[in-house]
């Protein structure tokens, strides 16, 4: 069953746009919702993240926004550059002792065009 | 700060030998590392949850005598697969769990490669 749904599966934007990407997930046991981004070949890195108590949260140009009632999370990339071609998952972790996993969406591949 | 190395960074193997992938975290201690599959344009995959001292917590499905996992220290743990087989073949990727147990810091990966 998967816990965390990803949309869209592929996201072409133009440089300078605004990449959305959305999760939603239905175990309200989640408290810690991080976004990674990885490169091809590389392991994934932590970009962002956020708990269910904030709305939003931004640092730089990545943007989280939280729905805690709608029980969905959204990753906003402004000003999109060619560098920021990637794959990005969202992941959900239920709040424990600290061992605890994270489950993960199923990924975005995200095409920045000039 | 929160780097995590893995090594080798690809390995090529022949059927029926065993491969050992090592991962460290360099700049902080980890009580729990997690191993993860990920094949290619997929997710990752949580294959088994590491912590130190103790025996590994495999996921279901898992085959926890094929793939053996050693956390022997507070900055390394370790990823056998045993007598490797073309189906191995994967991306193999640990992450370790920081000290303040919020964050989940990934390796590079490691490229199996079973001929």
């Known amino acids: 069953q998967q816990q965390v749904k990803q949309s869209p599966q592929s996201l072409i934007v133009q440089k300078g746009g605004i990449s959305i990407i959305n999760c939603a997930y239905e175990n309200t046991a989640f408290d810690y919702f991080p976004w990674y981004q990885q490169f091809p070949g590389k392991g994934p890195a932590l970009l962002i993240a956020?708990?269910?108590?904030?709305s939003e949260k931004k640092e730089g140009r990545f943007t989280i926004s939280f729905n805690k009632s709608a029980k969905q999370f959204s990753l906003h990339i402004m000003d999109s550059q060619p560098g920021d071609s990637a794959t990005y998952f969202c992941a959900a972790r239920v709040k424990g002792r600290g061992n605890e996993k994270l489950t993960f969406g199923t990924g975005t591949r995200l095409t920045i065009i000039p | 700060g929160a780097v995590v190395s893995q090594h080798p960074s690809w390995v090529i193997c022949k059927s029926g030998t065993s491969v050992k992938i090592e991962c460290r975290s360099l700049d902080f201690q980890a009580t729990t590392m997690f191993w993860y599959r990920q094949f290619p344009k997929q997710s990752l995959m949580l294959m088994a949850t590491s912590n130190e001292g103790s025996k590994a917590t495999y996921e279901q499905g898992v085959e926890k005598d094929k793939f053996l996992i050693n956390h022997a220290s507070l900055t390394l743990s370790t990823l056998t697969v045993t007598s490797a087989h073309p189906e191995d073949s994967s991306f193999y990727i640990c992450s370790a769990r920081s000290p303040n147990g919020n964050e989940q810091y990934f390796g590079p990966g490691t490229r199996l490669t079973v001929t």
């Open positions: 956020i708990r269910p108590d904030v």
